[in-house]
């Protein structure tokens, strides 16, 4: 640190030191010192804003409504240009397919077993606080559509089966699936409240009885 050039910085007694990973964000409160240090070739933008009340414009809220990732973004200062949304959004359903592939690699997964894995696991809907029956109709659906051999079970017979043609199908309906999941966390987040009220008066009911 240049002293010199940053007098108030030989005042810090004080520190905190912070490693960011792929897809942090660090909010550093108002009138803060800070030093940024980059140790490869990684895109990263930093937004300063005023303490004062802002109200942004309806152009702003229009982009900010669209909640597009940093990956759509063109940096032409690191010569990097964003992906296009539509492919964008098929990577990461791939990604969250080849997961549930990566299950079928390793076990014979009957539907149950299915439900149970996507119910925990923490990747695939990140937001779905309660696995509830309309969940469950889901999974149902994707393993109806995996389950290629129909011997009910997915496993490797089931990869094996998989050809050039069929893919676009898979993606396209594991597509829907995950936004209908995505959809009913949407809603969970209104509603769940309201139903763990309803709950503990069921338990309260059951008790009595």
Not at 4 to 28: M, Q, R, W
Not at 74 to 90: M, R, V
Not at 120 to 127: L, N
Request: aromatic share 8%.
């Amino acid at each position: 640190v240049d002293y010199t050039k940053y007098p108030e910085a030989a005042k810090v007694s004080l520190f905190h030191i912070a490693n960011l990973k792929s897809g942090d964000c660090l909010y550093i409160p108002s009138g803060w010192i800070s030093q940024t240090n980059v140790f490869g070739l990684e895109n990263s933008v930093e937004i300063r804003w005023r303490s004062s009340a802002w109200e942004p414009d309806d152009e702003c809220m229009k982009s900010i409504s669209n909640k597009a990732p940093l990956s759509q973004f063109n940096f032409p200062g690191e010569n990097s240009e964003g992906i296009d949304p539509s492919l964008d959004k098929e990577g990461k359903v791939l990604k969250k397919l080849w997961r549930v592939l990566g299950w079928m690699t390793r076990d014979n997964i009957t539907k149950k077993t299915l439900d149970s894995k996507l119910s925990m696991d923490p990747e695939i809907v990140p937001d779905i606080k309660l696995w509830n029956a309309e969940c469950s109709e889901r999974s149902a659906e994707m393993f109806e559509l995996l389950d290629l051999n129909k011997d009910e079970r997915l496993g490797p017979d089931d990869l094996s089966a998989v050809s050039e043609d069929i893919v676009p199908r898979i993606v396209g309906y594991m597509e829907d699936r995950i936004a209908d999941l995505q959809d009913i966390a949407a809603d969970q987040k209104l509603s769940i409240p309201k139903r763990r009220n309803e709950d503990k008066n069921d338990r309260t009911v059951k008790d009595e009885l």
